[in-house]
Structures are given as structure tokens and as C-alpha cells.
């Protein structure tokens, strides 16, 4: 299995890259990945799309199915932003 590399993820869009890049990197189609999360097809179209309604129980559903985990974690105020970036731990 391919190594996940630790990013910090600070919007939607960037979750939705990390979602598709993690799908790719396992060579999974979207209803395969569907399959192993126990969710339908449309939610994870959705969770790559960025969506904002997204249901947060199929989100983490999504994350276990690719080896992932959410994490929520304090940060320096001086860092926070909403600019579309995906950026590595420190």
C-alpha cells in the first residue's frame, strides 16, 4: 500500500484534492471506494467535488476506506487562513 503523507487540510477544496489524490494513489474508482466506505457513489463524487453540505459521518467513512484519519489540532492564530492550500505537517 502506498505511504500517506501527513497535510494539513484548510478547506474544502483541498480536502476534495486529498480525497481524489489518496483514490488515485490506490487505484480505486469512485464506486470501488464507495464499496469499501459503505457509502453511495454520489457522496464521494461529492467529497471530491469540495461540497460544503457534506455529510461528515460519510466523510469519515470515505477517510477509513483510503487508510486515512481526520485529525483536529490547535494552531498558531497567526497561520490561520482560508486560502485553498494543502500543506505539510511541521
Do not use: F, W
Amino acid at each position: 500500500m502506498t505511504t500517506l503523507a501527513a497535510l494539513v487540510v484548510r478547506t474544502p477544496g483541498s480536502l476534495a484534492n486529498a480525497v481524489a489524490d489518496r483514490r488515485g494513489q490506490l487505484e480505486l474508482t469512485q464506486q470501488a471506494l464507495a464499496d469499501a466506505a459503505g457509502v453511495s457513489r454520489k457522496l464521494v463524487c461529492d467529497a471530491e467535488a469540495g461540497k460544503l453540505t457534506m455529510q461528515l459521518d460519510g466523510l469519515v467513512k470515505i477517510c477509513t476506506a483510503l487508510g486515512c484519519e481526520l485529525v483536529v489540532r490547535e494552531v498558531d492564530p497567526a497561520r490561520l487562513s482560508y486560502s485553498d492550500v494543502v500543506a505539510p505537517l511541521e
